[in-house]
């Protein structure tokens, strides 16, 4: 037990974007899988501990229940108002359903179209969103989850929306994901940034503006559902 917690210590230690951090992470075996639980300060930083820990050999498995600082303090009912105004004002969306999700209740937030089964179902709770539901393909789903990224109160999205007929994911679909991501924000020029992937590792290259915008791209990229990995290759304008 105390081998396979050192090398899941040094796993999270090696990594740059966690070392400084690993005392906000506590770890413990539970049934032979790892339970890891704390905070992290991004996205990048949750998905580089579980992608580090799960490369260990002899686990069973990890139990992910580390969350992101939120950039911002926020109650659950104002991400969920944030939330809320955002899928219904995503213009892909408009013609499905939207539930939320409260203490037990569920309120109609926008009705779907006329014989579209189409749905997104989503609560919080302690900063954590949670999503359900019903979508048409990979892409819509992971819009979706970056749309719950991207309230600043949020800590963690988990995102639980079945894709209707089955898509067969692949790196096709991976890209077109982030780049629908980079698009819809309104601080990147997506036209100036190309991006690529392989298996689950994202890479984006092109030319921006400012530091700034290169990194919320970046960003973007990691809020993606499924992004393992991101290779930035974003130059700035001199």
């Not at 601080?187 to 092109?206: D, E, P, W, Y």
Request: glycine share 10%.
């Amino acid at each position: 037990m105390t081998q396979i917690l050192d090398k899941v210590a040094a796993a999270l230690a090696s990594e740059p974007l966690i070392g400084p951090q690993i005392h906000h992470i506590k770890r413990r075996l539970d049934d032979g899988a790892v339970l890891l639980e704390g905070e992290v300060s991004t996205v990048a930083a949750k998905k580089k501990a579980l992608l580090h820990v799960a490369a260990i050999a002899g686990l069973d498995g990890i139990i992910d229940r580390l969350h992101v600082t939120p950039a911002a303090p926020m109650g659950d009912a104002e991400i969920r108002a944030h939330l809320r105004n955002a899928l219904i004002g995503e213009p892909s969306f408009s013609d499905i359903g939207i539930f939320e999700h409260n203490a037990g209740a569920v309120k109609t937030a926008q009705g779907g179209g006329p014989g579209n089964i189409q749905r997104i179902e989503f609560e919080v709770s302690d900063g954590i969103v949670t999503l359900n539901g019903e979508l048409a393909g990979l892409v819509s789903k992971r819009l979706a989850g970056v749309l719950a990224w991207w309230i600043p109160g949020t800590r963690d999205v988990v995102n639980g929306i079945s894709v209707t007929p089955p898509e067969q994911d692949n790196q096709g679909i991976v890209e077109d994901a982030v780049r629908v991501a980079l698009e819809k924000d309104p601080f990147v020029n997506a036209s100036q940034i190309r991006v690529g992937a392989r298996l689950l590792v994202v890479k984006l290259t092109g030319t921006v503006r400012s530091d700034a915008e290169r990194d919320m791209a970046e960003r973007d990229a990691w809020c993606v559902f499924g992004v393992d990995d991101v290779i930035n290759k974003i130059e700035v304008e001199p």
